[in-house]
């Protein structure tokens, strides 16, 4: 089966601009989870859906991060406008509902913000 | 709220020896699963192994094996014969059940391991 597909795998850009990731997951998996990993630090999310619908997105700094599933498949999560403490890898996972299913993961995005 | 907690940094191993990674967790729940996930310079999270809480018998995968300690909260990873290529960043998950249905995972700060040849 294919993996979860990320892009793009590097982005460098300057303070106060925008970017948008993209996560395509596992056919099939209704389950989708972005986190944000700061080096040496472990990933923490910051926002499931479940379909189309988020299921948590307490951690999502809103005022400038945002996030999107509209048909229950691939989703963006943009940052607008970026800071320098945004710089990390974004990990985009997915999982069926099944207790059995473990996470999958993307290959991720670093993000570097100058 | 449930925690995390992995204390070693880093470790080195010689190849073909035994290493132990820890992790420990604080959660009032019963029912919850527990996972290693390797992290290679890919950046690509791998599952390593899985633990039902609920299990008595400890989850081994090959080389792979976990000491679970349902009381103590604490589940670790012990390595065996280490190759090269286990190499990389290993992270201890807990995973509890939502209300939704899905699942909440909960990572650990990770452990660099080093493997020499």
């Known amino acids: 089966e294919a993996g979860v597909a990320q892009s793009p795998r590097y982005k460098i850009i300057e303070k106060r601009q925008s970017v948008a990731f993209w996560c395509n997951p596992i056919?099939?998996?209704?389950?989708l989870y972005w986190y944000q990993q700061i080096l040496g630090q472990g990933p923490k999310l910051l926002i499931q859906f479940q379909n189309n619908g988020v299921v948590d997105d307490s951690q999502l700094p809103k005022d400038r991060f945002s996030a999107e599933r509209l048909k229950g498949v691939d989703s963006t999560l943009k940052i607008q406008p970026a800071k320098l403490e945004d710089s990390a890898v974004y990990l985009c996972?997915?999982?069926?509902?099944?207790?059995?299913?473990?996470?999958?993961f993307g290959n991720g995005t670093r993000l570097t913000v100058t | 709220a449930q925690t995390v907690t992995q204390s070693q940094p880093e470790m080195s191993v010689q190849e073909a020896e035994t290493v132990t990674l820890s992790c420990t967790y604080d959660t009032s729940e019963s029912d919850y699963y527990l996972f290693w996930y390797k992290q290679p310079p890919s950046r690509q999270m791998i599952l390593v192994i899985r633990q039902e809480a609920y299990k008595q018998q400890n989850a081994t995968e090959n080389r792979f094996s976990v000491n679970f300690q349902k009381a103590a909260k604490s589940f670790s990873l012990k390595i065996s014969d280490s190759q090269l290529g286990d190499a990389a960043m290993y992270f201890c998950a807990y995973r509890s059940a939502l209300m939704s249905g899905t699942y909440k995972y909960i990572f650990g700060t990770g452990t660099r391991l080093k493997v020499l040849a």
């Open positions: 056919s099939g998996h209704a389950t």
């Open positions: 996972a997915s999982s069926l509902r099944d207790s059995n299913s473990p996470l999958h």
